[in-house]
C-alpha cells in the first residue's frame, strides 16, 4: 500500500515536498517513481529512484527544480518541488515498481493535488 501525503496550494516559485510511505512489502526491493497527471493529459513521469537511492532521473521539464529522495529505513520516498511554476499544476502520483525500468505493472499511490498559483 502506497499511502501519499503532502501536496496543496502555492505561488509561483514557492516549494512543496511530498511524501509517499510504503506498507506491506520489502521497501528496499522496490524502485521509487513519481508521477503526475494534468487535466486533460497522459500522466507523465516526473522522476524516479532505484531501489538503494544511488541512480536518479528525472523529466527535462522539472529537472534542476524537483529532487527525489528516500528514507529506506522509514519506507517513504519524497518529491521535494522547489521553483514551482503555474504548469507543474497536475495530480501527482507515487508508484513502486520492482524494475526501474518501467512502473506499468508497479503499485499505486491514491494520487495528491498539486495546484501552484500564478
Known amino acids: 500500500q502506497l499511502v501519499q501525503s503532502g501536496g496543496g496550494l502555492v505561488q509561483a516559485g514557492g516549494s512543496l515536498r511530498l511524501a509517499c510511505e510504503v506498507s506491506?512489502?520489502?521497501?528496499?526491493?522496490?524502485?521509487m517513481g513519481w508521477f503526475r497527471q494534468a487535466p486533460g493529459k497522459e500522466r507523465e513521469l516526473v522522476g524516479r529512484?532505484?531501489?538503494?537511492?544511488?541512480?536518479?532521473s528525472f523529466a527535462d521539464l522539472v529537472k534542476g527544480r524537483f529532487t527525489i529522495s528516500r528514507d529506506n529505513a522509514r519506507s517513504v520516498v519524497y518529491l521535494q518541488m522547489d521553483s514551482l511554476k503555474p504548469e507543474d499544476t497536475a495530480t501527482y502520483y507515487c508508484?513502486?515498481?520492482?524494475?526501474?525500468?518501467?512502473?506499468?505493472?508497479?503499485?499505486w499511490g491514491q494520487g495528491t493535488q498539486v495546484i501552484v498559483s500564478s
Open positions: 508508484a513502486a515498481a520492482l524494475t526501474f525500468s518501467t512502473f506499468n505493472n508497479g503499485y
Open positions: 506491506g512489502g520489502t521497501f528496499n526491493n522496490y524502485a
Open positions: 529512484i532505484s531501489r538503494g537511492g544511488s541512480i536518479r
